[in-house]
Every structure is written in C-alpha cells, then in structure tokens.
C-alpha cells in the first residue's frame, strides 16, 4: 500500500505518512556564485505500515538522479509537485528500519506560499535558510512535519573563504584545495524547519560558557554586536533559572551581513540581521525572545500547527520577563499594555487555532503571552514557574500540544485551567484583571 501525508491540516501537502525519519545525514556540496547545491541525503525511516510506495517533501527544480532503498535502486521514482515519490523494489515491511538515500542537484531556492518566502535564500555574498514553517524541502529531502523529530548530520563543502554554520557541534572542518569541508552533528532530535544552513564571510566570537555561547558576524558589526549582545549571557542564566537548564551543548548567534525582516530561530541557533544592531541595545526584547525559543518552539516542538502559541506565546512571555529581570517594565505592566492595544484590535482570533493564514499573527503573541501572565497570577510566581520548569522537563526534546499542557495546569491546580480557557478558545478578547499581591 501506499501512504499517505500525516495529515495536518495547517499544512495538508508536507509530511508524509507511512514511516517515521529518525535520523538524516546529509552530505553537500554548494557553489555560491552559481548558487548550486549537490547532494546526498541518506534518510534513517522506521516503517508504521507496509509500504509498496512512499513520498519525502522536496522542492520542485531539483533534478533527482538516484534513488536507494535499503541499498537496492528503487524500482520507481519521481518528483511531482513537491513531492519525491518512491516505489521500492520490493515492499517494505511494517516495523522495518531501512536507510533512503537520494542522490540530487540544482539550484536552490525560497519555497513561495502563504507565509512569503521560506527556506533556502541566497544573501548578496552567501546564503541562509530560515524554514518555518515548510521550508525545509528547499534545500534537502525531508518528512516536513514538527512531530517527527530525527537527529542530523551536515556535512558542507564550500569555497575555502566562507564560514559555514549548521546545526548542532562542529565535530571536523578539513581544507583541500581550495574548498573547506564543514562537518555539524545534533545528536538532539530536531523537527525539520529547524535545521539551518548559514554561509557568509564570518568571524566567530566567544561570548560565554556553561553553556558555550558564540557569534558568528561580519567583522565590521564587531562593535555594535558587542555591546548589543553583551546581557545576552545574562538573559541565558536568567531564562535557566526559570525555565529549567539550557537544552543543548551551546548556543550561536549569526548576525548576517544583509538585513532581514525579522530574527529567526533554528535549533542551537538564532539568526539575525545587520539591521537589528543599533549600537544602543534596541532589539533586546528580541535577543530574548529568540532564545527563549531554544525551549519552547525547538526542545518543546508542537505536534501540529494549530497550537503554535505554544511557541510564539512563551517567546514573547519571555521578553516581558527579561524585561522584569532587567530593570524595565514590569510582566504586570506589559499585560496591561499590550491588552489594552489587543481590545483595540479585531475580535476574531482564537489563539489555540488561529487557522493557517494567520498563525503568525502578533496576536497570537501577545494574546499567548498574556494568557501566561493570567495563569502566573492564578497559581502565584512559585507554583508557575515550577509548572514552567516541569513543562520543559517533562517534554524535553520531544513534542507537545495545548492539551498536554492544559493537562500539566490542571495537575497543579485543577481549578486553574478555567482562568485561561477563555485566553485561549474564546475570540471574544477576555477582561484583564487588576493585578493583585501573588501569594
């Protein structure tokens, strides 16, 4: 039998049913002046079901010249409409652990959709990928679905000039000719969109240990970044002490030569733009919240779409409690704000599921931040931020939902899901209470 996507309804094309990818080693080659990704992408499956057929999420407009199953050439393969589909030479059996290799080339590019453009983009000299939320088939063959988290390998050659940054530790980095090769291993389980590629003119910079923080930056955005970027290992002590220890060996910041529109999370990494370096610490809020998303959004990843406030709601709570920390306003003042400018706005959201075209809506921030600060002054600062630090234990590296974490409130205190229930599935944009002494 055949198999079919996992079914999101956010995303109904990505993902693929059938089996699960529990690791990818990835191993490329890419020209930045002609823009040209070879590779070969060997993808570790474990089987749900048996399968005579099966696809992987890849971009059209790569040529697809091989294609192996369990080491035997595959009987049939083709590459339609983004998908990769497949037909072994014999069928695979329910329960069984094979290895797809996918030998591919061409040029990269942007995947086009609801959200703009995601994935592989060329910069002026280089190239990043930002793949929130479908953008991981732009550069390599992939079951692109948050729920299924496998490990990576990346092996990358490049031009001898260019830094090369992907996910996880840097395990070798060997020269020939005139051609590196950078080699990065995340042994954590990462959901696709988070696995990034940075390719630039970089120098690296130590900026802290326990854990290993870094910056990889242009040379002439030394300055500004050092003293925008100097709370940094402050707000990463802050962030461990109320959300539980940093979930990986380190943490890069890249800030690119270019700008770009927003700062971007991937796994271990935050990516931002020349233009988000002011010299006078303007983007904090932004340093913060990007970090925050190392345990909410890439340890803790949604299993579907649909509840992504879980990531973007807990990142913004974040930068309103840096900003408690660090001498700024208050968590309470920033409610009371940022309710005041959401009861000016339309009343048509439900942040538990925003629906596909708007689940990048500022409001499912700061409604989701907001909901947060309701439930910390319904249980008191003790009792929820020890709920926070079970949330990121429980779910460690794994996948969760709204009503797992529903769940988790209820066990603290069962009469406390009912103070955020309305946050959450109610478009009506509920009364913010005055803040009162928590206990």
Not at 200 to 208: I, K, R, S, T
Not at 334 to 355: E, H, N, T
Not at 389 to 402: A, F, L, N, P, Q
Request: neutral net charge; hydrophobic residues 40%.
């Amino acid at each position: 039998m055949g198999a079919a996507s996992i079914g999101d309804r956010y995303l109904p094309t990505s993902g693929n049913g059938g089996y699960r990818a529990t690791h990818y080693d990835l191993e490329l080659t890419y020209r930045p002046g002609a823009n040209r990704l070879d590779g070969w992408a060997r993808i570790s499956i474990v089987t749900t079901q048996p399968l005579r057929r099966f696809t992987l999420d890849l971009a059209a407009g790569f040529d697809v010249s091989k294609v192996l199953v369990g080491g035997k050439a595959a009987a049939k393969f083709g590459l339609r409409g983004g998908k990769l589909q497949i037909t072994p030479a014999r069928p695979v059996d329910a329960g069984a652990e094979v290895v797809v290799a996918v030998r591919y080339s061409g040029n990269p590019g942007p995947v086009r959709g609801t959200w703009g453009e995601v994935g592989w983009e060329e910069l002026t000299d280089g190239a990043l990928v930002a793949s929130q939320p479908n953008g991981a088939p732009s550069w390599f063959p992939c079951n692109d679905h948050p729920s299924n988290k496998a490990t990576f390998r990346t092996s990358l050659a490049v031009d001898s000039p260019y830094h090369v940054l992907c996910n996880g530790t840097l395990v070798s980095k060997r020269a020939g000719g005139s051609v590196t090769t950078w080699v990065y291993e995340q042994d954590e389980p990462m959901a696709t969109y988070l696995a990034t590629v940075q390719i630039g003119h970089y120098e690296q910079q130590h900026l802290a240990d326990e854990p290993r923080q870094l910056a990889v930056l242009p040379s002439r955005l030394r300055t500004r970044f050092t003293y925008d970027f100097a709370r940094q290992p402050a707000i990463m002590e802050t962030f461990g002490r109320l959300f539980g220890p940093y979930p990986y060996a380190g943490y890069t910041v890249i800030v690119t030569d270019d700008e770009l529109e927003i700062p971007l999370e991937a796994q271990g990494i935050s990516v931002f733009g020349a233009n988000h370096l002011d010299g006078r610490r303007g983007y904090e809020r932004l340093v913060a919240h990007e970090l925050a998303h190392q345990w909410f959004g890439n340890s803790l990843t949604v299993a579907s779409w649909q509840d992504i406030w879980l990531n973007e709601g807990f990142a913004c709570y974040a930068e309103w409690l840096w900003s408690e920390e660090s001498g700024g306003d208050s968590a309470d003042a920033m409610a009371a704000r940022y309710w005041k400018r959401l009861a000016g706005s339309p009343q048509d959201l439900v942040i538990a599921d925003p629906g596909p075209s708007r689940m990048f809506d500022d409001r499912v921030y700061k409604r989701g931040a907001l909901t947060l600060h309701v439930l910390r002054r319904a249980l008191g600062d003790e009792p929820f931020f020890d709920l926070l630090r079970e949330w990121t234990s429980s779910y460690r590296h794994g996948v969760v939902s709204t009503a797992g974490f529903l769940d988790l409130v209820s066990s603290v205190d069962p009469a406390a899901p009912a103070a955020v229930r309305p946050w959450l599935f109610d478009s009506k944009l509920p009364t913010l209470a005055r803040a009162r002494s928590r206990r």
